[in-house]
């Protein structure tokens, strides 16, 4: 059943704009996607490891310098960094970082220095703890992932909570259920990308014929069809429905439309989180550190634009409005504003 209402709404999302980077390597509008954080080049992560422990050796600590190599590099080079300094000094590096910071800016630190699949899989568990499920974070990590990396993070999820991501979704999350899972379900169903018409037009019949709409038909016979094809032969079977009914797909699924158009202008949707997780009374540190830490390696330019366009602030400015000290710095670093 979910495998089948995931399937309808990959189409429903790749119709308008599919946040999937994967799908989106063969879709007719591109969206482009600037980071600010870029991997470093040369890495000498010898030479990383020595200045980050220069940093925090002796007395005191030189933040100014963990900030300089950690909010430099992307995370992958921050984890290779920390494979040599456990070579050459012996220590985890992380752990090292956290007993010398404090506050915020050491949950940054770790934000930027966790595995991303273990990062993403400790912060949907806890979107979902509580009474309260952020929907936002949860849309925000889950439908922003290439299908490796949801592989990944569901691996992790299982690792790091013996429990089942999809399972969570579905049970901690009451009517959202349905589309937590579809979005989680997103990346495509493969990452083969070939259309055939004459494929699709026989789907589309057999669509049909099992009634897409009637939800109480067999589902294994829609899942055969609807799963085990790729978002692009979807959107050729669901040309091929419209033709032979005359209903759009998305009808089926109108319910889904909001939280489609949340994520449809990814920016956008996500400078409305920078602007959730900064406005008002109080910071959200732990969305706004996520925000950053995820964002910077992908689209952050964009989301500056979008936000200043939108909110006729720089996020920079909001930023600061917001935080200070370490914290302040090493955030405005990351997203390219020094
Ligand atoms: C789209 O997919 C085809 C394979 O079907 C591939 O040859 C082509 O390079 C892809 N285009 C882009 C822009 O990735
Ligand atoms: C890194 O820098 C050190 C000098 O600080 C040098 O000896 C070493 O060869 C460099 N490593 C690489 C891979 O360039
Ligand atoms: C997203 O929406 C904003 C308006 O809110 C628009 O300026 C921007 O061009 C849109 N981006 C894309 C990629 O459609």
């Not at 568990?125 to 889950?142: F, P, R």
Request: proline share 2%; aromatic share 8%.
């Amino acid at each position: 059943m979910f495998r089948f209402i995931c399937a309808l709404f990959i189409i429903t999302i790749t119709l308008h704009e599919s946040v999937c980077d994967d799908c989106l390597r063969n879709a007719t509008r591109r969206v482009s996607r600037t980071p600010t954080v870029f991997p470093y080049h040369p890495l000498n992560v010898t030479d990383d490891a020595a200045a980050l422990r220069q940093a925090m050796y002796g007395l005191g600590t030189d933040e100014d310098a963990l900030i300089n190599v950690l909010a430099h590099r992307t995370k992958a080079q921050r984890l290779k960094i920390a494979e040599r300094f456990k070579e050459d000094y012996g220590k985890d590096l992380l752990k090292d970082l956290k007993s010398e910071t404090s506050g915020n800016f050491q949950k940054l630190l770790e934000a930027m220095m966790l595995p991303p699949a273990e990062y993403l899989a400790y912060e949907l568990n806890k979107a979902m703890d509580g009474s309260n499920t952020d929907e936002d974070v949860l849309i925000g990590i889950l439908c922003t992932q290439a299908n490796h990396e949801i592989i990944a993070i569901r691996r992790a999820y299982q690792t790091a909570f013996q429990r089942n991501l999809e399972d969570d979704l579905v049970t901690r999350t009451s009517d959202t259920a349905q589309r937590l899972v579809i979005t989680l379900c997103n990346a495509c169903p493969d990452d083969q990308v070939y259309s055939d018409v004459n494929e699709a037009k026989k789907d589309a019949e057999a669509l049909v014929r099992v009634g897409v709409l009637n939800l109480g038909v067999d589902q294994s016979a829609l899942n055969n069809i609807l799963y085990q094809r790729n978002w692009k032969q979807l959107q050729l079977i669901f040309e091929e429905y419209k033709k032979l009914t005359g209903y759009n797909i998305e009808t089926v699924i109108k319910n889904e439309f909001a939280i489609t158009r949340s994520i449809k202008n990814q920016s956008a949707f996500f400078a409305r989180l920078f602007r959730k997780s900064t406005k008002g009374l109080g910071t959200n540190d732990a969305s706004l550190i996520r925000l950053v830490v995820t964002r910077s390696e992908r689209d952050m330019v964009e989301i500056k634009q979008e936000f200043e366009e939108k909110y006729g602030e720089t996020l920079a400015d909001a930023i600061k409005a917001d935080t200070s000290g370490y914290y302040e710095k090493c955030l405005l670093a990351l997203i390219g504003e020094e």
